[in-house]
């Protein structure tokens, strides 16, 4: 794993997407899998700039997002698809037939969700996917306790997340579907770089447990860990728990800046 730690969210977002962009730039047809939550939003700004001001081309560009509640329509405000369209997709030049989110009023689930592990083969794999992590740890919606080899399902989220998210139903809890469809923590284990983000002193010990901390199905990002090449952006509040913090630093501080983006 690698671990850059930055003064704070925009400089750590940034870093990131440079080498989202990167892979962009050497693969125009790079499969992206992508992340909701407020943690993402800064990286996607910084994407929309690229396109804009630099001219990142996501014309050839495929995404795949982690995970969709069930039971909200696309046009729903607090789905997903809205979540993506308004916050990235609207304002990149990405083809929408290019766009792949989990179908959250699917008729048959499991049938879509074995759909969408076959689209994602079929577009060669995820190069790059881009993490959040829960305040249980969960990647995704990959809650405690999930298979490491899990592929795209339903799941049943944890009472501590459905509170959690209320803030994006205008604090209502009972608004917050208790299920989602989510990857599996083995299909993200394939992409072929994982690209976490955190953020923010609540994310601490959510970071320390994920990097320093056992590989254990309670903490499900721990199995990061395991992934060849994952990287971990994260803020100065989040690096707090970190035992090896100042070791993280000087690594990163002391790379060319031509690998920072490898
Ligand atoms: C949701 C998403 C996760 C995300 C998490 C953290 O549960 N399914 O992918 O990582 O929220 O959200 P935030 O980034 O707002 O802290």
Not at 48 to 69: C, M, Q, W
Not at 98 to 106: C, E, K, L
């Amino acid at each position: 794993m690698e671990i850059i730690i930055r003064e704070n969210r925009q400089v750590a977002s940034e870093a990131a997407a440079r080498v989202v962009a990167r892979i962009v730039r050497e693969k125009p047809n790079a499969v992206l899998g992508l992340a909701t939550g407020s943690t993402p939003l800064t990286l996607y700004k910084e994407l929309i700039r690229l396109h804009k001001e630099e001219g990142l081309d996501f014309s050839e560009v495929s995404t795949f997002n982690l995970d969709e509640y069930i039971g909200l329509e696309k046009e729903h405000p607090q789905s997903y698809h809205i979540f993506m369209w308004e916050n990235l997709f609207s304002q990149i030049n990405i083809k929408p037939e290019n766009v792949h989110i989990p179908d959250g009023m699917a008729v048959d689930i499991p049938a879509s969700c074995a759909a969408y592990e076959r689209e994602i083969v079929a577009a060669g794999g995820i190069d790059v996917q881009v993490l959040g992590i829960g305040s249980d740890g969960h990647i995704g919606f990959n809650e405690p306790t999930s298979s490491f080899a899990s592929r795209t399902r339903i799941k049943t989220l944890t009472q501590q997340t459905v509170a959690d998210n209320a803030r994006f139903f205008e604090g209502n809890e009972a608004c917050v579907p208790h299920h989602c469809i989510t990857m599996g923590i083995g299909t993200i284990m394939d992409a072929r770089m994982n690209l976490m983000l955190a953020f923010g002193e609540g994310k601490a010990d959510g970071i320390a447990a994920t990097v320093e901390g056992p590989v254990t199905a309670i903490m499900p990002a721990s199995i990061l860990q395991h992934h060849p090449n994952a990287k971990v952006f994260i803020d100065e509040p989040a690096a707090t728990k970190l035992q090896l913090a100042e070791y993280y630093r000087w690594v990163y501080d002391g790379k060319p800046e031509w690998q920072k983006d490898a």
